[in-house]
T-cell receptor, first 114, second 113 residues
Framework: NAGVMQNPRHLVRRRGQEARLRCSPM?????VYWYRQLPEEGLKFMVY????????ESGMPKERFSAEFPKEGPSILRIQQVVRGDSAAYFC????????????FGPGTRLTVT | QKEVEQDPGPLSVPEGAIVSLNCTYS??????FMWYRQYSRKGPELLMY????GNKEDGRFTAQVDKSSKYISLFIRDSQPSDSATYLC?????????????FGSGTQLTVLP
């Protein structure tokens, strides 16, 4: 059973470009979460999605960041007009659904903004 | 005050030692607790999860929860060099639709051969 998959693993963008990070949850999991880990800081929640729905985006920066989890295909975290402060590791996690709370993490995408 | 406080370490122990990792929390709404292990430049790996106060054992790992004191621990018996990693506690509440995990800052553990 494949785990959570994320790609790309490493992404380099110049300031002002767009970054698209993709996440495929574990088989049978319908809930997806995105977290950010800044250098020397802990993991911070960004957004929680189910298929075609954003459930909780309370941790998402108000501007330039968006997320989606379409009916078909992976979840996408999109960062527009990236700035140096966006450089971080972005992790996706998934869980089976209602009644369960443990989350399983992917390997992460390391974004570097130059 | 952070919602979740975790001893940052670093912690260095000899192989075979018993390791105790701890977190305290301030939000009594937290009801579900997890421990993750994260190797350098890798994703967090779920080790243990528990809902109840008391102890839960899985192999060399024991998770302990004391909700009255808002204190959780992870014990590692017979520690191995391969246990060298950063250990993260995480917790969430179980009402409503929210499922976000709140993490401690992590404890860096080194087990010396």
């Amino acid at each position: 059973n494949a785990g959570v998959m994320q790609n790309p693993r490493h992404l380099v963008r110049r300031r002002g470009q767009e970054a698209r990070l993709r996440c495929s949850p574990m088989k049978g999991h319908s809930h997806v979460y995105w977290y950010r880990q800044l250098p020397e800081e802990g993991l911070k929640f960004m957004v929680y999605l189910q298929k075609e729905n954003i459930i909780d985006e309370s941790g998402m920066p108000k501007e330039r960041f968006s997320a989606e989890f379409p009916k078909e295909g992976p979840s996408i975290l999109r960062i527009q007009q990236v700035v140096r402060g966006d450089s971080a590791a972005y992790f996706c996690a998934s869980s089976p659904g209602l009644g369960t709370y443990e989350q399983y993490f992917g390997p992460g995408t390391r974004l570097t903004v130059t | 005050q952070k919602e979740v406080e975790q001893d940052p370490g670093p912690l260095s122990v000899p192989e075979g030692a018993i390791v105790s990792l701890n977190c305290t929390y301030s939000n009594s709404a937290f009801q579900y607790f997890m421990w993750y292990r994260q190797y350098s430049r890798k994703g967090p790996e779920l080790l243990m999860y528990t809902y109840s106060s008391g102890n839960k054992e899985d192999g060399r790992f024991t998770a302990q929860v004391d909700k009255s004191s808002k204190y959780i621990s992870l014990f590692i018996r017979d520690s191995q060099p391969s246990d060298s990693a950063t250990y993260l506690c995480a917790m969430t509440w179980v009402s409503g639709s929210a499922r976000q995990l709140t993490f401690g800052s992590g404890t860096q553990l080194t087990v010396l051969p």
